[in-house]
């Protein structure tokens, strides 16, 4: 399969799993989560307030979407008094270095939004790592990992959701609703199926893991990796941060490759630490 194909059935998964938040201010959510708490300091230039007032204004036009601006400090002194992520400063001291920071130029802004850009990545990169691997085994369990081969669609759901109802994390309907759900159209998108129920009502939220080298005929498709989701609606915001994160790995024809081969879930886990 082209990686061009990966790439568009994984954007479907995407809009897919948006099925689930459809009540939700998405856009909201992933600014809340990815938001940047801010500091600007600068001993002397905001005390101009006419300056202060268009840098502000250009730092939230050019990255409203990824940062909250959380206070203007005029010394570090202050800044002991905030929690933060990321300062963006005007001053070249060394007392920078205790925090992650960019140095920027007021009168060379529109140059440095690449670099500011590349920095806010970088953080929120470290966060969704740091995210995952402090809730991974939260939202996985050992004994939702299977690895099938010879099976159809209909027995993989019946396996998971058969196990998750065991385990008590979901009700006795949760399997009825996930065959609804594929039964109104197939939930697999090139190497990847994530059947789930359109209801936010699991007990605790879980995703069962079966990975098949030969691949389960899902559809028109014959897919590796199957992710079964449950999700509790007290869950919905860091789930879908977890959740984008780990599908953006299997854009990686490679890792996809590597993924399927994995026969227990610590190997899994290790895996989505490493690539992310």
């Known amino acids: 399969m082209e990686l061009y194909e990966v790439k568009n059935g994984l954007e479907r998964a995407r809009l897919l799993l948006n099925e689930l938040f459809v009540s939700i201010d998405i ?54 008094s905030y929690s933060f992520d990321l300062l963006i400063t005007l001053i070249k001291d060394e007392r920078n270095y205790h925090y992650s920071f960019i ?16 920095k806010i990545y970088e953080i929120q990169q470290s966060k969704k790592k740091e995210l995952i ?53 197939s939930t697999s998108f090139g190497n990847i199926a ?24 899902w559809g028109n498709n014959n897919v590796n990796v199957v992710l079964v989701i449950a999700i509790n609606k007290l869950d919905k915001q860091i789930f879908l941060t977890i959740n984008e ?3 953006s790995l299997f854009e990686n024809q490679d890792i996809l490759n590597i993924m399927k081969n994995t026969k227990n879930l610590l190997e899994f886990k290790d895996i989505v630490l490493h690539y992310l």
């Open 133 to 185: 691997f402090n809730n991974f085994d939260q939202y996985f369990h050992k004994d939702l990992f299977f690895t099938l081969e010879n099976v159809s669609r209909e027995e993989t759901i019946q396996i998971v959701c058969d196990q998750m109802r065991t385990l008590g994390f979901v009700s006795s309907s949760f399997k009825e609703y996930v065959f609804e759900r594929e039964k109104a159209s």
């Open 245 to 247: 994160s780990i599908l």
């Open 194 to 217: 994530i059947p789930h129920s359109v209801h936010m009502d699991a007990f605790q939220t879980k995703i069962g893991i079966v990975m098949s080298k030969k691949g389960i005929i």
């Open 27 to 80: 856009e909201g959510l992933k600014r809340e989560i990815e938001g940047l708490t801010v500091q600007t300091l600068d001993e002397h230039f905001w005390n101009n307030q006419e300056q202060a007032k268009k840098i502000y204004n250009q730092l939230l036009k050019d990255f409203s979407d990824d940062i909250i601006i959380d206070a203007i400090v005029s010394d570090y002194e202050e800044l002991e």
């Open 103 to 118: 140095l920027i130029s007021p009168f060379r802004l529109d140059k440095q939004k690449r670099a500011i850009h590349e």
